[in-house]
């Protein structure tokens, strides 16, 4: 009897995690659909409920760097970018928008760097901006 209890614990603690995996990807479905209808402050709030949620979870601080990388606030949207290649270090589309952001804020390498990566990391169509690198 007392296996069995263990063995419901471990059962009900992988079951919960995944719960919160799948809700963390409904909020940023939810979220994407709010940036589509431009309802950016509630778009803000869903994707900072996922990233609560699931701070493992790549895509929630994506999209809230790009939230603020929306309203040109460069400096913390390269944060949360860099939070996202942290958990993620393949992160395409992370290090190609962390890589606009720098060139914004006037950091030409820093900004090829991460070019570089997001084209070696499967992001395509660079050519034009790797040009400004040489």
């Known amino acids: ?10 059962v009900f603690l992988l079951t919960s995690c995944n719960n919160k995996e799948d809700r963390s990807s409904k909020l940023i479905r939810d979220g994407i659909q709010k940036l589509y209808a431009a309802e950016f402050e509630e778009a803000m709030e869903i994707f900072q409920k ?6 493992k979870n790549p895509e929630a601080w994506f999209y809230i760097g790009a939230m603020y990388q929306n ?10 970018y860099s939070k996202a290649i942290d958990l993620k270090n393949d992160y395409a589309d992370a290090y190609y928008n962390r ?3 720098w060139f914004y804020l006037g950091d ?3 900004s090829c760097d991460d070019w570089l990566l997001a084209e070696n990391y499967g992001r395509e169509n660079l050519n034009e901006l790797l040009d400004k690198c040489n």
């Open 1 to 10: 009897m007392r296996y069995f209890f263990t063995l419901f614990a471990i």
């Open 50 to 55: 996922s990233a609560k949620l699931n701070p």
């Open 71 to 80: 309203k040109q606030d460069f400096n913390t949207a390269i944060e949360y």
């Open 99 to 101: 890589g606009q952001c």
């Open 108 to 110: 030409r390498n820093n």
